[in-house]
């Protein structure tokens, strides 16, 4: 309950956005050391050097997604994979990839146990995106990006939303809120966050 206070009082309101969180036990994706810590509103280590995002900013971005049932979600870094495990509570589908096989293994094992069947997660450099499954209704971006990367662009259905940081890796980066509209893109600046950088290829470890 106080975690969802905390959510409330950054400014994550939407009651879908809440529940979502509210289902999605974030002890399960932080191991070891920083077990004890999976409550705070902060971010924290995982594998691979790698971080599971603070939960008042994964709870800003899941909002502003705007997330439908019917919908068709792709994250591009899964991670600990604490996202797109909200993501699933509120869409048809989500495909998440990452560029570290590790990160995706093991997000995979815990989405099983839980007995989550909507996610699909893939290795792979998600800035091409996922061209066979396009195009998508929704795209989170949970690395930050020099600019909106324009194959996650081409494959964002028309009134689809994507959420992106963008921004130099080492600087305060803004979150992006990019809507494609029937002649174009529609493009909201929602406020300064700080990502890992969006890296090409894929990862060694
Ligand atoms: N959404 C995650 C946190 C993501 S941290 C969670 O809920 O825990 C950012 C992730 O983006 C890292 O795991 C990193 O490996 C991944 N990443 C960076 N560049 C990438 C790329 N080009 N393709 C896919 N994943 C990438």
Redesign the pocket.
């Known amino acids: 309950m106080q975690f969802l206070f905390k959510l409330r009082s950054k400014g994550v309101t939407d009651k879908r956005t809440l529940t979502a969180m509210e289902k999605t036990d974030r002890a399960l994706?932080v191991r070891g050391h920083f077990a004890d810590r999976a409550y705070e509103d902060m971010p924290l280590p995982?594998s691979?050097g790698?971080?599971?995002?603070q939960p008042s900013v994964?709870g800003l971005m899941t909002q502003a997604l705007n997330v439908q049932p019917r919908d068709k979600v792709l994250?591009?870094?899964?991670?600990?994979?604490?996202?797109?495990m909200i993501l699933s509570h509120l869409a048809r589908r989500v495909y998440t990839?990452?560029?570290?096989k590790r990160?995706v293994t093991e997000a995979r094992a815990i989405f099983d146990a839980a007995d989550i069947t909507n996610i699909t997660a893939f290795t792979?450099?998600?800035?091409h995106g996922l061209p066979d499954q396009a195009p998508f209704d929704r795209i989170l971006v949970?690395?930050a990006a020099e600019d909106p990367p324009g194959p996650l662009l081409a494959q964002l259905r028309i009134g689809g939303i994507m959420v992106v940081p963008v921004g130099q890796s080492d600087a305060v980066q803004s979150l992006i809120r990019v809507t494609r509209t029937d002649t174009g893109f529609d493009y909201d600046e929602l406020r300064p966050v700080r990502?890992?950088?969006?890296?090409?290829g894929i990862?060694q470890d």
């Open positions: 994706f995982i691979c790698q971080t599971i995002s994964v994250e591009v870094g899964t991670g600990s994979g604490y996202q797109a990839v990452d560029r570290y990160l792979a450099d998600g800035s949970t690395a990502f890992v950088p969006l890296l090409e990862g």
